[in-house]
């Protein structure tokens, strides 16, 4: 029979307390992290990550055990950040760009073959050893691009796990680290560009 | 395989992500080509530069202890905190460290019978802290569950002006029952109404119009302290009421006069206290 996660039986208080410090406590760097990625400055983040702990408190008797604790949390972060203000006024300044290139992708092409990177591996080591230069590059993307990549790459979550936190099918979790990774590698090269101009 | 991998491919390359079937292919194809190994190669370059670059910010010690603190106390909200826990709302300015400390020493050199008067009013403060802290996020939840209605500019998942419509929507969705006023305060309607979450508990948002003026009515079940007592709070230029009827708890927030807003909590409250059968 399937038990409604608010009709589960509540479990005892200490065990409940004891097992939520032992999950979240770990997390909380992670979550300022990301936090502050899309928040953009540290009250906001700090904010953003006390409404999100106090939201898994409230929450945490209907979590069921044993299922991805870190997805969970970081999706209540997630829609936290979604419904705060901040969040409301970057996903109206991207809301038209993502829906270009979602149609865009509608071709039969998803990235022609001019738009993939072919330069050497010297060139591209260059680049990314410099950090400040990945992170400006970072901090150019749309947020629905960032959390993405934030949540693969420094989280290191599953595909199946992001689109979990997300809320969005796997598919469209492929395609917007590809197009994450797209835009970082442009970036990159823009960024490059600059400095060699700068230098020369 | 005989077209290049595309970008798609080669991310799920570097992430792992490929099934066995498309591993095998992608294997196949970058053997005889050069130019999609390169490209794979800077993939996974991009990947690791991407995850260091990424771990960019740290919370401050203080804040850590703020939330683990939190954490602590969160499971004992109705359990009078430590004085000396410099509890929520957070911002490190407002903590009482060092105050706490020269306090407590002071203290000690009382009488016994002054120490406890004292501790029980600390206690006491801090308490209602707490729970103000709790009513403050709680409130802006509320703000910002209407706030995305109104910037959501979608149709309500029940799009209906009939009670009898939006009450039985709601079955099954949530675990309580509720009650839609027969009649509404003069120049109010109902619009319709969203299944939401607030404090992660499915909630009922009921969507009226006051005039011109859009009002979000949550019906919930009455879980934690913040949202229990009866409330007037203002955010933002908007007005937050909260009510309670037996078990059920209503919120509602608008920018509309506080006076109109009350007229029609009335109603919604007065509702939950006539028969469900009658109601139907």
């Not at chain 1, 990314?128 to 989280?155: G, T, W």
Request: charged residues 20%.
């Amino acid at each position: 029979m399937t038990v409604l996660p608010w009709k589960r039986a509540v479990r005892r208080k200490n065990s409940r307390e004891s097992g939520f410090e032992d999950l979240a406590l770990p997390l909380f760097p992670a979550l300022y992290n990301l936090a502050f990625w899309l928040a953009r400055n540290p009250t906001d983040a700090e904010d953003l990550v006390q409404e999100t702990v106090l939201k898994a408190l409230r929450g945490f008797a209907s979590f069921e055990p044993g299922s991805n604790f870190k997805a969970w949390i970081f999706r209540i972060l997630r829609n936290t950040y979604l419904t705060s203000r901040t969040g409301l006024a970057a996903r109206r300044t991207v809301a038209l760009e993502d829906e270009l290139n979602d149609r865009s992708e509608s071709g039969t092409s998803l990235y022609p073959e001019g738009a993939i990177d072919r330069e050497t591996p010297e060139l591209n080591l260059v680049r990314l050893a410099d950090r400040a230069l990945l992170q400006a590059a970072m901090e150019k993307l749309p947020p629905p691009l960032l959390e993405v990549i934030l949540l693969c790459d420094v989280e290191e979550m599953k595909y199946r796990e992001i689109a979990t936190v997300l809320d969005i099918p796997m598919g469209t979790v492929m395609s917007r680290i590809a197009r994450a990774r797209t835009a970082l590698r442009e970036s990159l090269t823009a960024g490059l560009t600059t400095t060699r101009e700068f230098s020369a | 395989m005989t077209d290049h991998l595309s970008a798609s491919m080669l991310s799920a390359l570097a992430d792992g992500e490929l099934s066995a079937e498309q591993l095998s292919a992608a294997s196949e194809h970058l053997e005889g080509c050069a130019s999609c190994t390169t490209s794979a190669l800077h993939q996974s370059l991009l990947k690791a530069a991407t995850a260091k670059a990424g771990v960019r910010y740290a919370p401050s010690p203080q804040f850590q202890e703020h939330l683990t603190q939190m954490v602590a106390e969160g499971f004992s909200a109705s359990e009078p905190l430590d004085a000396s826990s410099g509890t929520s709302p957070w911002r490190p300015g407002r903590r009482v460290g060092l105050l706490g400390w020269a306090t407590a020493a002071v203290l000690l050199l009382a009488s016994l019978s002054t120490m406890l008067v004292q501790r029980i009013r600390q206690r006491s403060e801090i308490g209602s802290e707490v729970v103000s802290a709790e009513r403050s996020a709680f409130v802006t939840e509320i703000f910002d569950r209407h706030l995305a209605m109104l910037a959501g500019s979608l149709p309500p998942e029940v799009l209906s002006t009939d009670r009898h419509t939006v009450k039985p929507w709601f079955q099954g969705k949530t675990p309580f029952s509720f009650n839609l006023p027969e009649s509404l305060p003069n120049n109010t309607t109902l619009d319709g109404a969203n299944l939401t979450y607030l404090q992660n508990q499915p909630a009922a948002q009921l969507l009226f119009s006051i005039g011109k003026h859009r009002v979000s009515v949550f019906v919930a079940q009455k879980a934690g302290a913040a949202g229990s007592d009866e409330f007037d709070a203002d955010h933002s230029g908007f007005h937050v009421l909260g009510r309670t009827a037996g078990d059920i708890q209503i919120v509602a927030v608008s920018d509309v006069d506080p006076a109109r807003l009350a007229d029609l909590v009335d109603a919604v409250e007065l509702a939950q206290k006539t028969d469900p059968k009658e109601s139907r």
